[in-house]
Every structure is written in C-alpha cells, then in structure tokens.
C-alpha cells in the first residue's frame, strides 16, 4: 500500500490477489503525504503530483504485481473499454464474451460453473486477463505477456464498479 493517497478514476476487474486494473492516479499536492514525499524527492508537491492524465495497467497474480503506463490514453479509450464490458455482462444470452483492449489488454470472460464461489448460473463471471507491456523504448526490456485468472467475480458487483469507474470519467 502506498504512503501516498492516490484517488483518480480507476477499474479493477479480479479479486484482492489476481487482478487487472486501468487506473489514472492523481494525487492532491496539498496533501501532507505527498508534501513529504515530494520533500523528500527533492521536488515540488506539483511537481511530484504530476498533470494526474496519464492511465495506467496494473496487474497482480498470486501476490506478484506489476504494471506499467500508457502515455497519450484518452479518457476515451478507457470509458470504450468499460462500456463494453458492460454490454458483455448484460447481454441477454449471459455465454462467453471478449472485451479487446488493443495489443496491450483483452479480457476473456465465461460463465462461472454453477456453484462454483457461490455463484448461480451466470450471475457471476471467470475472467482471464491477457496483458502484453509495451516495448521498453531502450530495447533493454523484453516485453513479456502476462496471463491473470480471476475467480468468479458476482456480475451485480461488476456492473456497480463499471457504473462507478463511468462516473468519475464523466
């Protein structure tokens, strides 16, 4: 957990150890934790708070977290992404659906086996996060492609965060 308060808009899709998640951080350069932490950077709270425009992935699998930015993302982009994933919750024939988030995402989401996390038919939903980072400019880096498999996740609670995170980009 950061020492930083970060607020922005942000949706997460998983559970607490295996999780994707399109966030753009922002952070308030009046608040005592950033004030301290730009001190102790040696940089103005401005300058350490930043513009807060630039969208983020992160990503977490049993523990292991990463992520990584994506420089010029429009609001635009990550508002399309979610209402997608919205349209694919609540179509009528409740089956197995793609969201395509480009060469960097793609959620793969099925029905989650009844039972299964407590669910019952496809009130809830398994997703498989496909995330590939971007090239490191240096060519330093190797971007290596990450898999992220979430338990069932209730349909009700995903379209109330994906109502949420719509909200804040409004």
Do not use: C, I, K, N
Request: charged share 20%; no cysteine.
């Amino acid at each position: 957990m950061s020492p930083v308060p970060v607020g922005g808009p942000a949706l997460f899709v998983g559970t607490d150890t295996d999780y994707v998640a399109l966030v753009r951080p922002e952070l308030d350069p009046a608040d005592p934790g950033v004030r301290q932490a730009a001190e102790q950077a040696g940089v103005t709270p401005e300058e350490f708070a930043g513009a807060g425009d630039t969208w983020a992935v992160l990503v977490e699998h049993d523990g292991e977290g990463g992520g990584f930015e994506l420089p010029g993302v429009r609001d635009a982009e990550p508002a399309d992404f979610a209402e997608r994933l919205r349209a694919g919750l609540t179509a009528a024939a409740g089956g197995p659906f793609t969201v395509d988030g480009g060469s960097l995402l793609r959620l793969d989401a099925r029905p989650a086996v009844p039972g299964a996390g407590g669910s019952t038919g496809t009130d809830a939903y398994v997703f498989t996060a496909h995330v590939t980072p971007p090239e490191d400019p240096s060519g330093d880096d190797a971007a290596t492609p990450l898999t992220v498999e979430t338990g069932p996740l209730p349909v009700a609670a995903l379209l109330a965060d994906l109502d949420a995170f719509l909200g804040s980009l409004a």
